[in-house]
């Protein structure tokens, strides 16, 4: 397993036939994100459109994944249906530990199927299923068709799309596992385009763990670092939803629309609230002992003498926020029905919620009319949304249907683009400031994890221009590292440049080991000239009037500082686009 070189599986979707490639470039890119970026270079066609048939979608692991805990995410990348240029988003759940097992470091989908298909890779296996009985159901009615179909129990990864995929939403995400996804940036809509509705690869595959005592007592150390300290506490225990409670104190919750910043009904939807009313079990990706997913529970009436039938939900803060305070929304059983809709419809949950409130001010202010919307959009009424959910997965009419390509897009047709709350994809859940804002607009994947802009926010009061975007660059190359490991970023309090450099030693890879800082500055440099080279234009982004109106713990937002970062992060991204003509 331990190679200087990526052994990649590149499946034509249109023979259902595959070829194992040797790539090089192990020292240079390491993996993850570095590889993803890679594959893309070599199989894409940058001047094509996002869903021509010749368009790779692109699943790739790191040099640790299976060897240290918490190397435990995937990353896939594709052109985007959302801006048509390159993205990447990641996911956990079991589809690391199953390409380790399958002994790829990559898998790559070309062409197109002829009919909606179900592809099936192994160690030993390749296999292309015709599966027009399960297009058209949703995530939960696919998955417990294809777990009976597919043996292989906790081995075993199934990705697959629901209905927002088919209809090539530009929010639609890739489920992987039940409870884990590929959420942003359309990624579901790519396989829609390929009719792949679900991918399953199956870790049937071994392989020996180093000889020696250093190994295991490194893994060991690694172990009780990751488990012995707050982190367990904060992520095992109440999770990312304790957040809820902690912004909006701080003035940093979005609530309707961005329209406020705090609100005093928010102990309906706390993390304390949902944990001590609501939560079921915790569960945790392959390869982690943390355990931070939380999974509460969603129940429908199904007979008048009071008998229910129970469904399993997970919860974040992002889906709290999303489908809870962005939508007025302050009952946790009522963010958990919706929740539950949109994880049926395979939507991402941040876009789908952030696109929702905004149709609702839209139809408040007059924008549109029940006539696009269908239903009387209201703030607070999660039944009502929980159609609209369904509306917009489906893309019912034209108003949907360019929703699902984006808020911006609607709001450029419709008018009411001065609230719609983008950050090149709709917002996170933070309304921390001025430089979580530019990172996000301006990020690789406009992710709040592309750098710690909220926390920069949050831990400094000056307006030091120049201080922030320095901050911003370093940070993004330290984390392009760690997604190219590809470790959750959950642990990068843990998994320190120093202890990254033992872990690859440990295992085998000296070089990468002795080069982390000069292999970071080349990760990220290879992501943005990949992503420059399809089109995007930091100079071009824009952020809409709605951020410079919001008041936060420090005051109202300062437009001109915003302003000044956009710029000068502007032209720190161009500079790798020149460094590459270079």
Request: charged share 20%; with cysteine; net charge neutral.
């Amino acid at each position: 397993m331990i190679r200087d070189y990526f052994r990649v599986l590149v499946v034509d979707l249109s023979t259902g036939k595959g070829k194992v490639a040797n790539v090089p470039g192990r020292d240079e890119v390491a993996g993850g994100s570095g590889l993803g970026a890679l594959l893309f270079s070599k199989y894409a066609k940058a001047d094509r459109p996002w869903d021509d048939p010749e368009q790779p979608v692109i699943f790739a692991i790191g040099p640790l994944t299976g060897y240290f805990p918490l190397m435990s995410k995937t990353v896939a990348a594709f052109k985007s249906p959302y801006h048509d240029q390159y993205a990447e988003s990641h996911a956990g759940g079991r589809s690391a530990l199953a390409l380790r097992f399958a002994d790829l470091d990559a898998l790559v989908l070309m062409g197109r199927a002829s009919s909606p298909s179900a592809l099936v890779v192994g160690s030993r296996h390749l296999e292309l299923k015709e599966a027009h009985y399960i297009w058209g159901l949703d995530v939960q009615e696919s998955g417990k068709l294809l777990r009976r179909m597919f043996q292989g129990s906790g081995h075993r990864s199934i990705l697959r799309i629901g209905p927002a995929g088919e209809h090539k939403s530009a929010m639609a995400g890739i489920n992987v596992d039940t409870y884990r996804h590929f959420g942003r940036l359309g990624g579901g809509a790519a396989l829609g385009a390929k009719n792949l509705k679900a991918i399953v690869i199956i870790g049937d595959g071994s392989f020996p763990l180093m000889e020696g005592k250093d190994y295991p007592k490194l893994f060991e150390a690694v172990h009780q670092k990751l488990t012995g300290t707050d982190m367990m506490q904060k992520y095992h225990n109440l999770g990312t939803p304790v957040n809820m409670a902690i912004l909006n104190e701080q003035k940093a919750l979005p609530w309707r629309n961005l329209q406020a910043t705090q609100d005093d009904n928010v102990h309906g939807i706390t993390g304390e609230r949902f944990a001590e009313t609501a939560l079921l079990r915790n569960a945790a990706c392959a390869g982690c002992p943390v355990g931070c997913i939380h999974i509460g529970f969603s129940r429908e009436k199904f007979h008048a003498d009071y008998r229910y039938f129970y469904r399993q939900v997970s919860y974040d803060h992002e889906p709290i926020f999303a489908t809870g305070s962005m939508l007025g929304v302050t009952d946790c059983f009522a963010v958990l029905d919706i929740l539950d809709v949109v994880e049926q419809m395979g939507l991402d949950v941040m876009s789908a919620g952030v696109a929702l409130a905004w149709a609702t001010e839209a139809l408040e202010k007059g924008v549109v009319t029940e006539k696009e919307t269908l239903l009387p959009l209201k703030f607070g009424q999660h039944l009502t949304y929980i159609e609209a959910v369904r509306h917009l997965a489906f893309g019912v009419n034209d108003f949907y249907r360019l929703l699902g390509q984006g808020t911006l897009k609607a709001a450029t047709h419709y008018g009411g683009a001065d609230f719609a709350c983008v950050l090149g994809q709709e917002m996170a859940g933070y309304a921390t400031g001025e430089v979580f804002f530019v990172s996000q607009a301006m990020g690789l994947r406009h992710s709040h994890l592309d750098s710690a802009g909220y926390s920069y926010d949050q831990t400094h009061k000056d307006k030091d221009v120049g201080r922030a975007v320095d901050f911003l660059i370093s940070d993004e190359a330290s984390r392009a590292f760690l997604t190219s490991m590809v470790a959750c970023l959950f642990a990068r309090g843990v998994y320190t440049e120093e202890l990254l450099a033992e872990c690859l030693k440990a295992v085998g890879y000296g070089v990468l080991a002795d080069s982390i800082d000069a292999v970071s500055h080349n990760i990220q440099k290879l992501r943005w000239q990949t992503r420059l080279k399809t089109g995007f234009n930091p100079v071009n982004v824009s952020i809409p009037k709605r951020f410079k109106e919001v008041t936060t713990w420090k005051g109202k937002l300062d437009g001109a500082f915003l302003t000044s970062l956009k710029e000068r992060y502007a032209q720190r991204i161009l500079e790798y686009g020149v460094a590459a003509q270079g």
